[in-house]
């Protein structure tokens, strides 16, 4: 009797402690949903049979752990499209590869950067290869302007050894010249421009003459070498300047990136004529089939391309220019952006965002 008094006291005792504030149980509070404006862009956001992987989904998996969050995706085809639901109300945010701008800021919040980036310039792998040379290419030297000069100079400066020729060597009685000034000097011109191209079919017989040509044959090499070495330069240097290696490099090439991005922007503010496309796999397609001579785009974006899919076929040229962060947008003064810069600050400090940025990008810095 006494056993059964004590363990009614304790029932009794543990179900008063649990009415008094201090010791009930937390409830646990539901997870606020919220919606994502997001568009598929590799490798950022990857959608494969209803399922969305890519960096910027990890890192929302990750915010929405740390805030409780329930996320529920609203596909869209732009990044115009993107900021457009987050205006409207349809979104809660936008996600993915969203620079963040002057322009933007001024209509929208902006989380803390998800990453950092920037534009990069990519061409087709075998326009930083060597040219093997043609007869097409072979063609256009032998007509070129620079040619056409050099062959003038060889006449002007074989006009006086010409004249030099035909006054000492006119005088032998077996003058490989005429006695007089026309044909003579003709003849002697013939033989001074034939010596410029090592292809003199005769010898002049007057021991003076016969002096002339020595000293014209040691002018002659000296041309020949100097024409070689300027030759050999100009053709290395037009082949360094039809390759693209920085922002500049792109005028008056065929260039294609997206329409209405900040690499659109860029490209108008350089003057640089570009083909606008829908998508980036547009212009890939473009690169790949010759039209484009080069894509510009965001760098990470083009990173990962050439690792994957564009593996061989194209390489990234230049640096990194007009830098830039990503961030998620909200609509001004949202409270959830505090929400989600706390959740970035955490997701760095335990490494978790170098985690996933090295999963994606093979860089954690």
């Not at 752990?65 to 409207?88: C, F, H, M």
């Amino acid at each position: 009797m006494t056993r059964v008094r004590s363990l009614a006291l304790v029932v009794w005792l543990v179900a008063a402690l649990g009415g008094l504030p201090g010791f009930s149980p937390v409830a646990r509070a539901d997870q606020r949903t919220v919606t994502v404006a997001v568009h598929d862009l590799t490798p950022f956001v990857m959608t494969h049979v209803n399922i969305k992987t890519g960096f910027t989904v990890d890192v929302l998996d990750q915010i929405a752990k740390r805030a409780g969050w329930n996320i529920t995706y609203l596909d869209v085809p732009t990044v115009s499209d993107q900021l457009k639901a987050v205006a409207e109300g349809r979104a809660d945010a936008a996600a993915g590869a969203i620079s963040i701008t002057a322009s933007r800021e001024k209509e929208f919040d902006f989380s803390q950067p998800i990453l950092d980036g920037g534009l990069r310039i990519m061409v087709p792998a075998n326009s930083q290869q060597p040219s093997t040379p043609g007869l097409i290419g072979f063609l256009k030297l032998l007509f070129s302007k620079m040619v056409l000069i050099w062959l003038a100079a060889a006449v002007a400066i074989s006009l006086i050894p010409a004249h030099i020729t035909w006054l000492l060597e006119r005088r032998h009685h077996d003058s490989m010249v005429a006695k007089a000034y026309y044909p003579g000097v003709l003849q002697a011109f013939r033989w001074n421009l034939g010596a410029v191209a090592g292809a003199a079919d005769d010898s002049p017989r007057q021991p003076a003459a016969r002096l002339m040509a020595v000293l014209w044959g040691f002018v002659s090499i000296i041309f020949i070498a100097y024409y070689t070495a300027t030759l050999t330069a100009n053709i290395t240097v037009g082949k360094l300047d039809s390759q693209i290696k920085s922002p500049s490099d792109l005028v008056g090439k065929q260039v294609c990136t997206v329409a209405n991005t900040t690499s659109a922007a860029a490209l108008t503010g350089l003057k640089v004529v570009f083909d606008g496309a829908t998508s980036i796999d547009d212009c890939y397609k473009g690169l790949k089939d010759g039209k484009y001579q080069a894509v510009v785009y965001d760098a990470p974006v083009l990173s990962y391309y050439v690792t994957q899919e564009g593996r061989g076929s194209a390489v990234l040229a230049g640096a990194v220019f007009e830098p830039q962060g990503y961030g998620i947008v909200f609509r001004n003064n949202n409270e959830l952006r505090e929400e989600v810069d706390r959740a970035l600050l955490a997701m760095r400090e335990d490494g978790d965002h170098a985690m996933i940025k090295q999963k994606w990008f093979g860089t954690a810095t």
